[in-house]
Nanobody, 127 residues
Framework: QVQLVESGGGLVQAGGSLRLSCTAS?????????MAWFRQAPGKEEREFVG?????????YYVDHVKGRFTISRDAAKNTGYLQMNSLQPEDTAVYYC??????????????????WGQGTQVTVSS
């Protein structure tokens, strides 16, 4: 069973930075997986796609309103993915989740495409 453990959330002032980590276990390799980050803002039911990285080639895609501020990377040797968030704004406040899916599954930005999820970590940006 794949398990994802997240860390790195917290409280930061507007304009600040945070780095989230997501460590995966339960597979000998994650080279055939994609790891994505989603977020769920307070009071919203929707879990919004933030970005994704292909574990093998490292190719990334981002939602438009985080491009240039957020960067997704991974350390394959550690089975760990990262979400570096810069220039944070109050509207970035949310619970952030990492998720993985097999890269043979379509819908890299669709919540339902992902089989395994982390527990979520709170990010709060004060103005």
């Amino acid at each position: 069973q794949v398990q994802l453990v997240e860390s790195g959330g917290g409280l930061v002032q507007a304009g600040g930075s945070l780095r989230l980590s997501c460590t995966a276990s339960g597979r000998s390799t994650f080279s055939n997986y994609d790891m994505a980050w989603f977020r769920q803002a307070p009071g919203k039911e929707e879990r919004e796609f933030v970005g994704v990285i292909g574990w093998s080639g490292g190719r990334t895609y981002y939602v438009d309103h985080v491009k240039g501020r957020f960067t997704i990377s991974r350390d394959a040797a550690k089975n760990t993915g990262y979400l570096q968030m810069n220039s944070l704004q109050p509207e970035d406040t949310a619970v952030y989740y990492c998720a993985v899916k097999g890269n043979w599954r379509a819908g890299y930005n669709a919540r339902d495409s992902y089989d395994y999820w982390g527990q979520g970590t709170q990010v709060t940006v004060s103005s």
